[in-house]
C-alpha cells in the first residue's frame, strides 16, 4: 500500500477517534447533569409540605429518559448498580476512543512498504560464429 494512502487512512481514524472521545465525554457530562437534576427534584419533592406524585412521575420520567435507566415505582434515588451502568458505559466510549486514537497514530506513523523485488534480467546466450 502506498504510504500516502496509509496516512491518510491513519489521520482518518485518528480524527474519527477524536470527534468520538468529544462526544463521549459530553455524554458522560451530560448524564452527570442529569442526575443532579434529579437528585435535587427529590429532594424538593421530600422537603415540600405536600407529597406530589405527578411530580415525583415527572422526576422520574425525565431522568429514565436522560439517562436510559428504567425507576421501579417505589423507588425515589438511583441504586448503586444504576450508577455503575452510567459511569462504567461512559467509560467503556471513553476507552474504545482512546483505543481508536492509538490505531490510528500507529496506522499514520508506519513507515513500512512494499518494495518489489526487482526482476532479473535474463541473458540470451548467443552463439559463436565459426
Known amino acids: 500500500m502506498n504510504t500516502n494512502v496509509r496516512r491518510l487512512?491513519?489521520?482518518?481514524?485518528?480524527?474519527?477517534?477524536?470527534?468520538?472521545?468529544?462526544?463521549?465525554?459530553?455524554?458522560?457530562?451530560?448524564?452527570?447533569?442529569?442526575?443532579?437534576?434529579?437528585?435535587?427534584?427529590?429532594?424538593?419533592?421530600?422537603?415540600a409540605p405536600i407529597f406530589s406524585e405527578t411530580l415525583l412521575?415527572?422526576?422520574?420520567?425525565?431522568?429514565?429518559?436522560?439517562?436510559?435507566?428504567?425507576?421501579?415505582?417505589?423507588?425515589?434515588?438511583?441504586?448503586?448498580?444504576q450508577y455503575f451502568y452510567i459511569y462504567l458505559q461512559g467509560l467503556i466510549k471513553v476507552l474504545f476512543a482512546v483505543t481508536l486514537l492509538i490505531i490510528g497514530q500507529i496506522i499514520y506513523s508506519s513507515k513500512k512498504e512494499i518494495k518489489p523485488k526487482p526482476v532479473k534480467k535474463i541473458r540470451r546466450k548467443t552463439r559463436r560464429k565459426k
Open 57 to 81: 412521575d415527572e422526576c422520574k420520567d425525565s431522568a429514565s429518559q436522560g439517562l436510559g435507566v428504567t425507576f421501579r415505582q417505589t423507588q425515589l434515588g438511583l441504586t448503586t448498580t
Open 9 to 47: 487512512i491513519g489521520s482518518f481514524v485518528f480524527v474519527l477517534a477524536v470527534c468520538y472521545l468529544l462526544l463521549s465525554v459530553f455524554e458522560i457530562s451530560n448524564k452527570a447533569d442529569h442526575i443532579n437534576d434529579y437528585e435535587r427534584c427529590i429532594s424538593q419533592i421530600e422537603t
